[in-house]
């Protein structure tokens, strides 16, 4: 953004854990309190984890939770903090989740893949859901899922625990999506006119086969 133009004084980097509540209540505040009179009118979920010691026979515990912590509830946290914030003022914007390929599909079910799937298969449900509680409610808040396959960013760096083989593995294959591409997605949902609203991208490298 820094590179559009967009003045340095115009960026207010926050810390936040998205697994705590009393986290997530601070960040509208923290907003407002940098621009008095204003509030949040883009949230993009995309935080977002998988673990590879996640399998429905023997998996860890840990990792399950740690997933639906983040994935599914971090989401639900940050989506309920901004639509107060916009209830507050009065103006409703867009919020946009990000979904991935896994929430319409299994790739690795074999692997032990199901339960980080079942997880977005939830974000895709939330996505939906938080779209027709706006329109029930005659509110203006739009909202869209986007769903990359595959990008190279430190997704799989976490998901292998830090394993460098076993991320190369699963970057090498092809050349993957970068995080520009999914940007210029996100972009694109923000800039399509009042009268439209984007619900779903799905997006992969050319090369990906599922």
Not at 39 to 68: C, K, P, Q, T, Y
Request: some cysteine; hydrophobic content about 40%; aromatic content about 6%.
């Amino acid at each position: 953004m820094h590179a559009m133009g967009v003045p340095l004084v115009n960026f207010l980097p926050v810390v936040c854990d998205i697994t705590k509540e009393a986290e997530v209540a601070t960040l509208p505040k923290i907003v407002a309190k940098r621009w008095p009179e204003c509030g949040v009118d883009v949230l993009i979920n995309n935080a977002g984890m998988s673990r590879n010691d996640a399998s429905l026979f023997d998996g860890n515990i840990g990792s399950w939770v740690e997933m639906l912590s983040t994935n599914v509830l971090g989401t639900c946290m940050m989506t309920r903090a901004v639509v107060q914030d916009m209830k507050r003022r009065g103006t409703y914007g867009h919020i946009i989740n990000m979904i991935g390929l896994s929430g319409h599909r299994i790739p690795d079910g074999p692997q032990g893949g199901g339960f980080y799937a079942a997880t977005k298969s939830a974000v895709k449900t939330i996505t939906e859901g938080l779209r027709q509680e706006a329109r029930g409610a005659g509110l203006p808040l739009r909202v869209s899922g986007i769903s990359p396959g595959v990008v190279e960013t430190e997704f799989f760096a976490v998901r292998a625990f830090g394993d460098a083989e076993a991320t190369r593995k699963a970057t090498s294959a092809f050349k993957c999506l970068q995080p520009v591409d999914v940007a210029d997605a996100v972009m694109w949902c923000l800039s399509c006119p009042d009268h439209m609203e984007v619900n779903d991208i799905i997006v992969r490298p050319t090369e990906q086969l599922i």
